[in-house]
């Protein structure tokens, strides 16, 4: 049974940092594109960043220059440094993996950002 946890998520000032984890279990997480999305209130969920089996990353505009995703195949987990958080930040984060017709997703965890 494939699992995805995030966890690193909670309450900060903004202009501060958070990094959220996503753990992975059953299966190989190397062969897997890694990524974070999130809801805003009213819209779709987007996609915030991923990076792909052999580490390129991509990010959505709203947060280049502020948000850093990486993994570390051998504890198979895919993080997300987030820094200069903004309110608008504000929201449930999801990790995905993601490989050919397979998508899995995490349960989420809340980053709440206060001005």
């Known amino acids: 049974q494939v699992q995805l946890v995030e966890s690193g998520g909670g309450l900060v000032q903004a202009g501060g940092s958070l990094r959220l984890s996503c753990s992975m279990s059953?299966?190989?997480?190397?062969?897997?594109?890694m990524g974070w999305y999130r809801r805003p209130p009213g819209k779709e969920r987007e996609l915030v960043a991923f990076?792909?089996?052999?580490?390129?990353?991509n990010y959505a505009d709203s947060v280049k220059g502020r948000f850093t995703i990486s993994r570390d195949n051998a504890k198979n987990t895919v993080y997300l440094q987030m820094n200069s958080l903004k309110p608008e930040d504000t929201d449930v984060y999801y990790c995905?993996?993601?490989?050919?017709?397979?998508?899995?997703w995490g349960q989420g965890t809340q980053v709440t950002v206060s001005s």
């Open positions: 990076i792909t089996s052999d580490g390129r990353a």
């Open positions: 059953g299966t190989n997480f190397n062969i897997y594109r």
């Open positions: 995905a993996a993601d490989r050919l017709l397979d998508r899995y």
